[in-house]
């Protein structure tokens, strides 16, 4: 399978900021062989774990945000074409007879209040708990989706739960005007709201048409696996996709197991992602909306507290050097980026800690401009690898091409859109 052809098969849900897939394929071909295994602290909708399984590599992905690893875990576990199709004729059946139910008992009635259940005859909806629930969704817009959501839950296989809750996602974060919330522009994590108007009838269609997408890549990906033999490395060794810290160790990774990283950390103060995954998140169970909405945990957008930048700053010469002044003088803005820079510092002790001797590193990493300075992230991160006993392979500047990466623009971060990221080469020296 081309590169370019595996990289059609990553858009059934739209993620920002996700990166290529010919990145990830040509750091496999030249720092990993079959049979390797490869992680990415950062897996997002998971480039680097496909490409990865493509190639035969066994792959291990974590990301602290739930719907990342939804999305991840569908695409690295995909099910043959004749059995979504055998389940999604008895899905669809499902949803039309359960809309058929609402539509008969629909009635114009004040927006219900969130965590309760709203009733329609026979048909009992379990509406989410989140407060912004009516600020987002019309009360028609609620009861169609609490309908899918109710039917993906009632499924009997957790994949293909997992399956129709991430075309759901899809069918609220999407571009306007086809998405169905009044959010605009919510793949760039900050949703303007614009009231639209909402049928059961385009709801219903809208939802089956994603889910057919989402269906049609994910068999695809499975004969995909199945063409290079990767369904039998993927039993012989199970892909691990967890919700985790990136910062944190993970007891399912042994020390010195991994012969390559690749990953593409967050930037500082840009892509908020709990904000825009919110509005599709709150409809999947096992998920607290107060959890959903915290950036306490989140590299880039967590609250700095009371971080000594200062003593940091002391500690690390080499960054202050390489660090903007102006930005330094501000003292809140310097303790904020310090405090990321210290997260990704902790990320790189993982990463060392999980590389074998030898073993490669790839980050992928743009600069963005803060208050009219340009931040050199990945000037800073080469620094911070180096003083860690990493040795700087190589950096390269690659041009985005159009289109191919959203990031969000204006004054939250980026100034203007991205044209070039830096890819970023590190490796563990043996002993």
Not at 5 to 26: D, G, Q
Not at 311 to 333: F, G, I, K, N
Request: aromatic share 10%; glycine share 6%; with cysteine.
């Amino acid at each position: 399978m081309t590169p370019s052809s595996l990289e059609l098969l990553h858009r059934f849900h739209p993620y920002c900021a996700r990166f290529p897939s010919e990145i990830v394929e040509a750091a496999l071909e030249q720092y990993s062989k079959p049979g390797d295994s490869v992680f990415d602290p950062f897996c997002g909708s998971g480039t680097t774990l496909v490409a990865g399984l493509v190639k035969k590599r066994k792959v291990v992905g974590v990301d602290i945000d739930p719907l990342a690893v939804m999305i991840s875990e569908v695409k690295c576990t995909p099910l043959a074409p004749e059995q979504y199709a055998a389940w999604r004729d008895q899905f669809t059946a499902q949803l039309v007879r359960d809309f058929g139910r609402l539509t008969q008992a629909w009635r114009p009635r004040p927006p219900p209040r969130p965590g309760t259940v709203w009733s329609f005859g026979s048909l009992k909806l379990s509406v989410p708990t989140w407060r912004e629930l009516n600020h987002w969704f019309p009360p028609q817009a609620i009861a169609a989706l609490s309908t899918i959501a109710g039917a993906a839950h009632r499924c009997r296989e957790l994949h293909s739960e997992r399956v129709a809750l991430v075309s759901l996602s899809a069918s609220i974060i999407a571009k306007w005007p086809h998405t169905l919330s009044y959010a605009m522009d919510v793949d760039h994590t900050r949703p303007h709201r614009r009231v639209q108007r909402f049928t059961l009838d385009r709801i219903l269609t809208t939802y089956l048409r994603r889910l057919d997408r989402s269906i049609a890549c994910l068999g695809r990906l499975y004969d995909a696996y199945r063409d290079v033999g990767a369904l039998q490395t993927a039993l012989d060794a199970p892909p691990v996709v967890a919700r985790h810290d990136a910062r944190e160790p993970l007891s399912a990774i042994a020390d010195g197991s991994q012969a390559l990283v690749v990953t593409s950390p967050p930037y500082f103060n840009a892509v908020d992602y709990p904000r825009a995954h919110r509005l599709s998140v709150c409809w999947m169970n096992g998920y607290a909306p107060a959890d959903l909405a915290s950036r306490q945990r989140y590299v880039g957008l967590r609250y700095a507290g009371k971080f000594d930048a200062a003593a940091w700053l002391q500690a690390h010469p080499e960054v202050s050097r390489v660090l903007p002044t102006p930005l330094l003088d501000c003292a809140p803005l310097a303790r904020r980026l310090c405090a990321f820079f210290a997260d990704l510092e902790a990320v790189l002790i993982q990463t060392w800690r999980v590389l074998r001797p030898g073993g490669h590193a790839l980050f992928v990493i743009a600069n963005n401009v803060i208050k009219g300075e340009r931040l050199r992230s990945h000037a800073v991160l080469a620094e911070l690898a180096q003083t860690l006993g990493f040795v700087a392979v190589e950096t390269t500047t690659r041009a985005i091409a159009g289109l191919r990466r959203r990031f969000p623009v204006g004054p939250f971060g980026f100034n203007g859109p991205m044209t070039h990221e830096h890819l970023v080469v590190l490796r563990k020296p043996c002993p």
